[in-house]
């Protein structure tokens, strides 16, 4: 029986795919990386730039399992991925190139301890051009895409699930608070949120 303290089991190696991201950077151009959740305010690594960026043909969604980050495996909770379809609108931290492998190696354990994210390069618009950014994608096969959730359920998940970065509700409201703080509406988002009022 998987208690509390025990966490699940990879279900792929995320050792081999941090090797092959740095393989696929190459290591010869700065770094930008995608924030679309919780990088857009705790970004936890050291970059010189960021720009307001929009991706196409993706969306932010809090559509993806947290058994670590927001939940426990008894109670998971929810954290934002990216689904295929649609826009999303975040922003993209630019690292030197010297800096680039510590980032990623830092940022891994963070995001990728379950190795659950499929981590894409995608074209990012900005105001100053289009730039290459890895972004953290998820693929609806995955075991942690929720699929369809009802209110009630999300409702549940908002009172009760709470991991080693603290609540799903809590990663939620900042996620919306920092988005709206840039003027970036998530109407989603928003309607998820309206669910706890009146708790």
């Not at 980032?103 to 100053?128: F, G, I, N, Q």
Request: net charge positive; glycine share 8%.
């Amino acid at each position: 029986m998987t208690t509390t303290s025990e966490r699940p089991a990879p279900l792929r190696d995320p050792a081999l795919m941090l090797e092959q991201v740095l393989r696929e950077w190459g290591g010869n151009d700065d770094l930008w990386i995608f924030g679309y959740g919780s990088l857009i305010w705790r970004p936890e690594f050291e970059f010189v730039e960021r720009r307001p960026a929009k991706v196409h043909g993706w969306h932010r969604a809090l559509k993806m399992w947290s058994r670590i980050n927001r939940g426990t495996p008894e109670r998971p909770g929810l954290v934002f991925a990216m689904l295929s379809g649609g826009s999303c609108q975040g922003f993209v931290f630019r690292v030197p190139r010297d800096n680039g492998e510590q980032v990623l190696r830092r940022l891994w354990p963070r995001e990728m301890p379950l190795a659950t994210y499929d981590p894409k390069w995608l074209v990012c618009r900005t105001s100053h051009g289009p730039v290459t950014a890895l972004a953290f994608t998820l693929s609806r096969k995955s075991p942690s895409h929720t699929g369809l959730l009802t209110e009630a359920e999300y409702r549940r998940i908002f009172a009760e699930a709470s991991g080693r970065y603290g609540t799903t509700l809590d990663y939620a409201h900042r996620t919306h608070e920092e988005l709206r703080r840039h003027n970036i509406r998530d109407r989603a988002l928003e309607r998820l949120l309206r669910l706890t009022q009146g708790r």
